[in-house]
Structures are given as structure tokens and as C-alpha cells.
């Protein structure tokens, strides 16, 4: 499938969040702080607001390996990876009436060192920088989003 | 809970009057909106914190109590005290203790401290039911969020942009999520 096609409902995606965060304490009484699974990183912050549609990097399950897509991680502090049922998207997309959230192929997004192989694997998800008019500065209705979707993730295997 | 005013400027911080009436703090919060003066009164007992006076009303804005007063872990004061080690700035670990003031006024459950990435300092509640983060921005501004998982999709409540003054909602969420896990 070129870029830009959707991912069918049933597949499943990996995504390897950047470390947005530092946990200084952790209360007992509820639940672990809930990861910015889809923090988007600094170069995809300033794409968006250059005014650039950005595609939040993640990996088709069925195509690579949990390890195989840590591995194009150069950040050299721990990472963990998450897993995420495309339909699980495409549902919460549609709670929030937000037609621009969705899995798409982007081979283009993969890290400019990638194999063939790895790139074939790279996909995107759109809608994360904006809301669901389009426009990019509510912050709010971005951060709902989010939430959504990591609290519907589970670490990957 | 005893009470104490301190009367903090660039000379220095002072016990104005331990258990000092409402009117005397308002007759002090007047000056210092002359004088550049901060008041603050000290909760000494229940929580060991500042929460900031009111400078036209000379009282404190508080969300409503959601129990009894508790303590907090000793891991939790530790960590807010860690913050100007861990690179934030004076001013700005002030004002996150100040919100921590603020907040611990309603005696919420116990939250978890972090520091972002733009810097800010974050405290969230995580409840079986609700979310609800408040962060302090290098600067003293805040942003905030909050989350029902029983309410329509769509529902959330928060601050698109920094803001320099806390909305009334805020307060009512930080309420709610506060109180999800208070009994503990």
C-alpha cells in the first residue's frame, strides 16, 4: 500500500513514545503515572508549528519486531514500547468526531538510515497536532486525544 | 491548625502575628499591594505549607475541603523540595510550592510530582475515574487538564494556552480528582 493509505482496524501498531517526562514521585494511593504515549517529539513540535501536517511515528506490528523497533531508537535513555489496536484509533477518532486521527503508511517517516525492510514497517498517525477543525492551538482537545489513546494502549510484548 | 502570617520583602521574611485576625491581614495585604510586600499565611499543623493571601480580600482562594486534613509521605515533600536541585529555577520551584498550597488546602489524595520536558512542574492525579494534571510553566504560568472517563467523549476541561490566573473550574476538578482516592 502507497503512504498515506490507512491501516486496516485489525492491525496492530507499536509506538516507542520519546521520554517527555520526568517522574519525581509516585503516589501509592492511585494509579502510575499515565505515559505521554503520544507526546510529540520536538522536530515533530516544530514541524507542527511550522504549519506542517505531522504524522506521529509508530510501527506496524505485523512487520517488525517489538526489539527490531526499539532498535531505531537513538535516544539513549530506556525506552518502552507501547502496542495499539488500529480499531481502537478509528474508535476513539470517532468519539471526538476527529476525522484527521488515523494510522496511515509512511515509509517517508522512517529514520533516513532504516532498511528497506524497516521502512516498510514505519507508519504514521495523523490528527495528534491538531483538532478536530484542523486548526493547531487547542491544546486542550489535542491533549484529550492523547489521553484517549494511551489509556487504550498496552505495553507491547 | 494554628496560623501564622509572614510578611516576606526584599529585606527579608518576618512573623507578622501568629493567629492574626482577618482584618489585620487585610490591613497588611493593602500595604503590600503598595509596597511590593508578599504575605502568606502558614497552615503550621495540617500541612506545612504556603498558600498565598489575597491582596484585595486578604484571604486565601481555596477549593473546598474534601476530608479531614492528612499528611503527606515524606517521599512526596522530599521530592518538592528536590526541585531546585533537579535545575528548576527559584522562582519557579516558589511557585509550584505555592499551587501545592493552594491545592493541599482541599486535603486531595496525594499526587504524583513531575518535571516535563518545556520545564514545567506537574502535579497529577490518577484515579480510577478521573485524571486531572496541573502544571506550573518556568515564568509562574499554568496550564491544566481533566479528564471524567464516565463523561461523553469530547467533555475533557483544561487550558489551551498558559494562563496567568486559575479559573474556577480548575478548582472544581482539582476538587474532584482530589477527593477520588482522599479516603485512603
Known sequence: MPDGDRLAPQAVVLRIPAVTQTVLHVSGAQRQPLPDVFALSSGERKLSEAGHRVLVSAWDRAKITVDGALAQRTSPVDVVAFSLRVARVDAVANELAHPELRVVEDRAGAPAEAAPEVREAHVGIGGLDRDPEGHPNRKRVRKEARAALALACDPAA | MSEVTLQISASGARIVSPGVASGTKTHFAAA????????????????????????????????????????????????LASLTSRGVDG????????????????????????????????????????????????GGRYEWFFRDDRAPAGSSRGSDDPESELPPDFWECARLAGAERAGR
Do not use: I
Request: hydrophobic share 50%; charged share 20%.
Open chain 2, 91 to 138: 522562582a519557579h520551584a516558589g511557585a509550584a510550592n505555592e499551587l501545592w498550597g493552594m491545592l493541599a488546602d482541599a486535603h486531595p489524595s496525594e499526587p504524583d510530582l513531575l518535571l516535563t520536558e518545556d520545564g514545567a512542574v506537574k502535579f497529577v492525579w490518577f484515579g480510577d475515574r478521573y485524571y486531572f494534571d496541573a502544571a506550573v510553566l518556568p
Open chain 2, 32 to 79: 503590600a499591594a503598595a509596597s511590593a510586600v508578599v504575605l502568606f499565611s502558614v497552615a503550621v499543623e495540617a500541612h506545612d505549607v504556603l498558600r498565598p493571601v489575597d491582596r484585595a480580600s486578604g484571604s486565601a482562594q481555596v477549593p473546598a475541603p474534601v476530608s479531614a486534613p492528612r499528611r503527606y509521605s515524606q517521599a512526596f515533600w522530599n521530592a
